[in-house]
Every structure is written in C-alpha cells, then in structure tokens.
T-cell receptor
Framework: DADVTQTPRNRITKTGKRIMLECSQT?????MYWYRQDPGLGLRLIYY???????NKGEISDGYSVSRQAQAKFSLSLESAIPNQTALYFC?????????????????FGAGSRLTVL | TQLLEQSPQFLSIQEGENLTVYCNSS?????LQWYRQEPGEGPVLLVT?????EVKKLKRLTFQFGDARKDSSLHITAAQPGDTGLYLC??????????????FGQGTELSVKP
C-alpha cells in the first residue's frame, strides 16, 4: 500500500456540487498538506495542518475547507464547486524530526486526485 | 504570488544531450529541494540543498546551490528518455520549521526523445 493514499483518483462533477477529496497516510507524520497543481503554475498550497487541532490557510484557501479527522486523515472539501477549481490535487505529509539545523521539510506526496468541474 | 522562478518552462532534447534547469528567487532560502514528477504520480524528492555553494550529485544529476542561497540549478548529463518528467524546485523559508511550508516553482517540463 502507498504511504499516502488519495481518493478518489479521478472525479467529474458539475458546478455547484459539494465535493470531498480524502487523504490517508501510514507514515505516522503529524504534518499534512493539500496542494493544487495547474499547468504552468506549479504546486500551490491550499491548507496545511501540523497536528489534529491545528489548521492553517495556505496561498489559495478561498472556496475550500479542510478537516483533520485524525493524525492519519486529512480531507479537502469544495462546498460549491466551480469550473476554475478544475485541477490536480495533491495531499502530502512531512515529518520535521531529524532535519537538524537546516529545517528542510521533506514532503511525501500522494498520487493525486484529478477533479473536473463542468 | 510566484516567489520562485524556474526556467525554462519546457525543454525538449535528444537522448545524450546535456541540460540545465534554473530556480531563482529574490528571497534567501533556508533550504531548497528538487522534486521530480512523472505522469499520474506525485512529486518525489530528488535532493535537498542547505549550504550556500553546495553541490550534490545523484548519478547523472548535479544540483548546485548558489553562494547567496537565492538560486539553484539542476544539470543533467547525457539525458535519457527515463529522465522525462516535471522537475520542481521548492523553497523553505523557516529554520527549525516554525512554519514548515514549502513554496514551489512553476516547474520545468522535460522531454527526452530517443
């Protein structure tokens, strides 16, 4: 099984529908992230969570919400999907332990969830 | 706001050629990472560079961190079709990860033709 599992892998929906993308991890990491990928724009951070009681907005949180149900689970919701939310969504985890002075925060990504909003 | 600039955005070369991808920022990095992403998969870490002037090698890939820690490059020697993919640089600002967020460049799409 993959360390970071995203469901669904592909989803087509209509404008105005509520969508939830789910992420679960077996890495035991406290930190979890949701990124959005669009061609030519790289990965942009939507929300991140450093533990179950901690939720933070990223660069592009408008139109999205998240829930950290447990250390291993972090879900992303689109309350009312719109076409410009069509994108590839990635969940990632990280463990700050062992980084030393560098503070290098290495991410482990899921395989992605492709969402199309018609 | 795009804080990391990668160039070129697209690169199509023949097998055996050399190439360099650049990642630049107006901010000083506390560390910089390079990831590679293949179609249908998430990005996978290639390397982390931390010290200004640092050079790291991963087989035919050479990663360099600028002396001022504001830029980095990835050089591939004798590219092979298996090197095809999206290469992403990512910047981390916070030491000791009080923040822990990574900001990504827009990526370089590399295609290596046989």
């Amino acid at each position: 099984d993959a360390d970071v599992t995203q469901t669904p892998r592909n989803r087509i929906t209509k404008t105005g529908k509520r969508i939830m993308l789910e992420c679960s991890q077996t890495k035991g990491h406290d930190r979890m992230y949701w990124y959005r990928q669009d061609p030519g724009l790289g990965l942009r951070l939507i929300y991140y969570s450093f533990d179950v009681k901690d939720i933070n907005k990223g660069e592009i949180s408008d139109g999205y919400s998240v829930s950290r149900q447990a250390q291993a689970k972090f879900s992303l919701s689109l309350e009312s999907a719109i076409p410009n939310q069509t994108a590839l969504y990635f969940c990632a985890t990280s463990d700050p332990g062992g980084q030393g002075f560098s503070g290098a925060n290495v991410l482990t990504f899921g395989a992605g969830s492709r969402l199309t909003v018609l | 706001t795009q804080l990391l600039e990668q160039s070129p955005q697209f690169l199509s070369i023949q097998e055996g050629e050399n190439l360099t991808v650049y990642c630049n920022s107006s901010s000083v990095f506390s560390s910089l990472q390079w990831y590679r992403q293949e179609p249908g998969e998430g990005p996978v870490l290639l390397v982390t560079v931390v010290t200004g002037g640092e050079v790291k090698k991963l087989k035919r890939l050479t990663f360099q961190f600028g002396d001022a820690r504001k830029d980095s490059s990835l050089h591939i020697t004798a590219a092979q079709p298996g090197d095809t993919g999206l290469y992403l640089c990512a910047q981390s600002w916070e030491i000791y990860n009080q923040g822990g967020k990574l900001i990504f460049g827009q990526g370089t799409e590399l295609s290596v033709k046989p």
